[in-house]
């Protein structure tokens, strides 16, 4: 698996009516798009930061991810995740993954924000981190 670089880090927020002041007056950054993914019950934010963006992600839904870091995190959110841009393919690098013995929570690549292939691997492979693999959108 060939990683190119730090795609985003993944940030939950309660809200992010809230939370965008703070990346764009105190930080001087400027979000770029606000979108919805509705099968993960998410509404994102994306900053740019050099090659690297921030991710903030805000649960629509109690059943999501979010809400419920959220609620373990005592009802604050948190870096949930790092994302790696993958230059050979979703699939192949998930692949090595379990060839390699670690566990993953998605067994085949789906969407993810922005329209990009996702997949994220289980925390006890990772040494308790959420590591999201995305294709690398420069490709």
């Known amino acids: 698996m060939q990683i190119s670089h730090i795609e985003h880090v993944g940030i939950a927020v309660t809200s992010l009516e809230e939370a965008i002041p703070f990346y764009e007056n105190l ?24 090659q690297t963006k921030i991710e903030l992600l ?3 839904s109690p059943e999501s991810a979010i809400a419920k ?8 959110g948190g870096i949930q995740h790092i994302a790696f841009a993958v230059e050979d393919g979703v699939a192949n690098a998930l692949a090595e993954v379990q060839e390699k013995g670690g566990r993953v929570i998605d067994q085949a690549p ?9 997949a994220f691997l289980h925390p006890k492979t990772t040494a308790g981190t959420l590591v999201e693999l995305c294709e690398n959108p420069n490709k």
């Open 110 to 118: 789906r969407r993810g924000a922005e329209g990009l292939n996702i």
């Open 58 to 60: 805000e649960a629509t």
């Open 69 to 76: 870091f959220i609620e373990k995190n005592g009802g604050r």
């Open 27 to 50: 930080l001087g950054f400027k979000c770029f798009a606000i979108e919805e993914v509705a099968d993960q019950h998410v509404k994102t934010a994306f900053f740019r930061v050099g």
